[in-house]
């Protein structure tokens, strides 16, 4: 068993870090590379941990195995189903340690963290262990002589990579759905973010899970990462990250044709029509961009304004940014509305493609800068009278960086709107119905939101089209994601 480290959160919180990886119920010694997690707010060494080797995947997915064809397999539903709902009264009941540890390890804020990451985790827990004695199959009527029946029965092992942007919350939403329906789960978490998983490890051990039906194993992407999705012996393989990533993992589950779920990146449109509400769509269309710094996959990034409230919006708009950046801070600070960046790295890449908008052409209403003298802060950045053909239009920043244009016809706001590689989300103001719903038809994206921005719930499907991604998460469709059908046909007459 792997030492833990005591850590000192900046709110007063103390608790054990597990240091190792997590399988078979037990926290044993990595035997990777080396990998250090920083506090971005500060730029401060928080640990430095081993990470998993591709041996050290072969015993998480060699775990995994043995508990889906043995304990795991003969548990009845309902305790299937109990066993995650406990999982979701312990995630409630360590629910301030939890967004503590996101918002040290993330930069996001606390109250974000708390109020919405944890909150939405349990929930989501709680949704599929309501689910797991509700999975059926169907009998299909073909004559006197047949009796056909379906049954939907688990893929097996699962790897599943999640993303350093919502770290608890992209865990819950993998894990969930994937035990509700059966499977096994050996996890990667981003090794930016690694802290709050391998946490959940001792939630899963206490909630009395069979050893190898969850493990977690933090590592670099690719080593760890490339062995999992290449591995001969798992199932599927589940991934959230960037569209360049997904294609590599796309490629290496081609090894033996695995079942995969892609939600990658997005350059989501947001369309404002010159009968909108403007002050709902200033304040949705902000937050729509820089919520979380602007680290989400559906930030509304693409702003189409109708020519004749083109100006007005561009007033509201910066005014909007210009009070909300006075909260850039201390994520633990409880008026805090923007964190660091994530890292160094992502830091460098946001302010790289703000040089290139300022180079572009594109008119700079406020930011364009570092924000302070420490930590991973960028001023939330807003450029004007973009083109199609600027890069900070046609590549995902994943930062508060937003570029705004103007349209003219409802025709053109469309086009505008599909002119991207990506599809995951967009977003239309209006108060007239016909053209809401007219208009989320022909937009090109797997999510539509009307009226708001960045809308998910957990019993709602959630997924993009085009290099956004391959399938769903969520509600049903996840669960469907994490069966397969098995047809069966009976016999009942006596001819030959």
């Known amino acids: 068993m792997t030492a833990s480290v005591k850590i000192s959160l900046p709110n007063g919180l103390n608790y054990d870090q597990p240091t190792g990886l997590f399988i078979d119920n037990k926290f044993i010694a990595g035997n990777?590379?080396?990998?250090?997690?920083?506090?971005?707010?500060?730029?401060?060494?928080?640990?430095?941990?081993?990470?998993?080797?591709?041996?050290?995947?072969?015993?998480?997915?060699?775990a995994a195995r043995r508990a889906f064809e043995g304990e795991w397999s003969e548990l009845e539903t309902k305790d299937r189903g109990a066993l995650i709902y406990k999982l979701a009264e312990l995630i409630e009941r360590d629910r301030k340690l939890l967004a503590s540890i996101d918002s040290f390890d993330n930069g996001k804020s606390f109250a974000d963290a708390y109020g919405l990451d944890l909150l939405e985790s349990y929930n989501v827990f709680r949704y599929y262990a309501?689910?797991?004695?509700?999975?059926?199959?169907?009998?299909?009527?073909?004559?006197?002589?047949?009796?056909?029946?379906?049954?939907?029965?688990?893929?097996?092992?699962?790897?599943?990579?999640?993303?350093?942007?919502?770290?608890?919350?992209?865990?819950?939403?993998?894990?969930?759905?994937?035990?509700?329906c059966?499977?096994?789960?050996?996890?990667?978490?981003?090794?930016?973010?690694?802290?709050?998983?391998?946490?959940?490890?001792?939630?899963?051990?206490?909630?009395?899970?069979?050893?190898?039906v969850v493990n977690i194993v933090p590592g670099l992407g690719g080593v760890a990462g490339k062995a999992l999705a290449s591995h001969m012996d798992v199932d599927k393989i589940a991934f959230t990250g960037s569209t360049a990533t997904g294609k590599a993992i796309m490629k290496s589950a081609?090894?033996?044709?695995?079942?995969?779920?892609?939600?990658?990146?997005?350059?989501?449109?947001?369309?404002?029509?010159?009968?909108?509400?403007?002050?709902?769509?200033v304040k949705w269309s902000h937050g729509g961009i820089m919520d979380n710094m602007g680290q989400v996959c559906t930030s509304t990034s693409r702003i189409c304004v109708q020519d004749t409230i083109y100006d007005k919006f561009l007033e509201k708009f910066t005014q909007r940014t210009k009070e909300l950046a006075s909260k850039i801070?201390?994520?633990?600070?409880?008026?805090?509305?923007?964190?660091?960046?994530?890292?160094?790295?992502?830091?460098?890449?946001?302010?790289?493609?703000?040089?290139?908008?300022?180079?572009?052409?594109?008119?700079?209403?406020?930011?364009?800068?570092?924000?302070?003298?420490?930590?991973?802060?960028?001023?939330?950045?807003?450029?004007?009278?973009?083109?199609?053909?600027?890069?900070?239009?046609?590549?995902?920043?994943?930062?508060p960086v937003v570029a705004i244009s103007k349209f003219s016809t409802e025709a053109e706001a469309i086009a505008k709107a599909n002119d991207t590689s990506y599809g995951l989300a967009a977003a239309v103001f209006t108060q007239r119905v016909a053209r809401a719903h007219k208009v989320a038809r022909k937009l090109q994206a797997g999510m539509v939101f009307i009226n708001s921005s960045g809308d998910s719930h957990f019993g709602i499907p959630f997924g993009g089209y085009k290099s956004s991604g391959i399938g769903r998460e969520l509600g049903q469709y996840a669960l469907d994601a994490y069966t397969q059908s098995k047809a069966v046909h009976i016999n009942l007459g006596t001819e030959l």
Not at 48 to 58: P, R, Y
Not at 141 to 160: D, F, I
Request: aromatic share 8%.
């Open 182 to 212: 059966g499977n096994t789960v050996v996890l990667k978490p981003a090794e930016q973010t690694p802290l709050s998983a391998l946490y959940f490890g001792n939630l899963v051990a206490e909630a009395g899970f069979p050893p190898g």
């Open 32 to 62: 990777g590379e080396k990998f250090t997690v920083y506090n971005p707010a500060t730029e401060e060494e928080i640990i430095t941990l081993q990470g998993a080797s591709e041996a050290d995947i072969d015993k998480a997915v060699a």
């Open 254 to 281: 081609a090894s033996n044709l695995k079942n995969i779920t892609l939600e990658c990146g997005g350059k989501s449109p947001c369309i404002i029509f010159d009968d909108a509400d403007l002050d709902q769509a």
């Open 329 to 399: 801070g201390d994520p633990f600070h409880e008026d805090t509305y923007q964190g660091p960046q994530v890292s160094k790295a992502q830091f460098d890449r946001v302010l790289g493609y703000i040089e290139e908008g300022k180079k572009s052409g594109a008119r700079l209403l406020h930011g364009g800068a570092k924000h302070g003298d420490k930590g991973y802060f960028i001023q939330p950045t807003i450029f004007a009278d973009t083109t199609e053909d600027m890069k900070i239009v046609k590549e995902e920043i994943f930062g």
């Open 130 to 180: 309501g689910t797991a004695d509700k999975i059926m199959g169907k009998t299909i009527e073909t004559g006197p002589t047949k009796l056909a029946y379906v049954l939907q029965e688990p893929l097996g092992v699962c790897g599943q990579i999640i993303p350093w942007n919502y770290p608890f919350m992209m865990l819950a939403w993998k894990i969930a759905p994937a035990l509700a």
